[in-house]
């Protein structure tokens, strides 16, 4: 089983999206994420959005990168700039790309819908493709 961590800075929308979506989708692969200043919630429509789309799981939770950077992760992906700017150094070396998505925290909820449906389309090839190269 390969592992992802998806990165972004409050791990609260794109990054629990991201997670969620590829391990309902993507096969072989378990996704985790973390933000480089998590806010320590999910926001609600993420949450909806997930729900929505039958793939929500309580245990989803915001977690700030002192979770998981201990973990052996064969890939990570930076899903906003900042996190792409401050992504940390990890204790053993990884690969990591970037692949930006436009923050939905604070718009209306057809952005979560948008957004969802824009790391489904475009994220999850990205990182399978990644995964088998």
Same mark, same amino acid.
């Given at each position: 089983?390969?592992?992802?961590?998806?990165?972004?800075?409050?791990? #609260?929308?794109?990054?629990?999206?991201?997670?969620?979506?590829?391990?309902?989708?993507?096969?072989?692969?378990?996704?985790? #994420?973390?933000?480089?200043?998590?806010?320590?919630?999910v926001n609600a429509y993420a949450k909806k959005v997930l729900e929505e789309e039958g793939i929500w799981k309580e245990t989803y939770h915001s977690k700030t990168l002192?979770?998981?950077?201990?973990?052996?992760? =064969?890939?990570?992906? &930076?899903?906003? =700039?900042?996190?792409?700017? &401050?992504?940390?150094?990890?204790?053993?070396?990884?690969?990591?790309?970037?692949?930006?998505?436009?923050?939905?925290?604070?718009?209306?909820?057809?952005?979560?819908?948008? &957004?969802?449906?824009?790391?489904?389309?475009?994220?999850?090839?990205?990182?399978?493709?990644?995964?088998?190269?």
């Amino acid at each position: 089983m390969k592992k992802v961590l998806i990165l972004c800075t409050g791990n #609260s929308c794109r990054s629990i999206i991201a997670e969620a979506l590829v391990n309902a989708h993507c096969e072989g692969i378990e996704a985790f #994420s973390a933000g480089v200043r998590a806010s320590g919630k999910v926001n609600a429509y993420a949450k909806k959005v997930l729900e929505e789309e039958g793939i929500w799981k309580e245990t989803y939770h915001s977690k700030t990168l002192d979770e998981v950077i201990d973990m052996e992760f =064969d890939l990570v992906v &930076t899903v906003c =700039d900042h996190a792409n700017e &401050t992504c940390p150094i990890f204790p053993r070396p990884v690969r990591k790309i970037h692949v930006g998505f436009s923050d939905p925290d604070g718009k209306d909820y057809g952005a979560f819908i948008l &957004t969802c449906k824009a790391i489904h389309s475009e994220l999850l090839p990205i990182i399978e493709r990644e995964l088998k190269a």
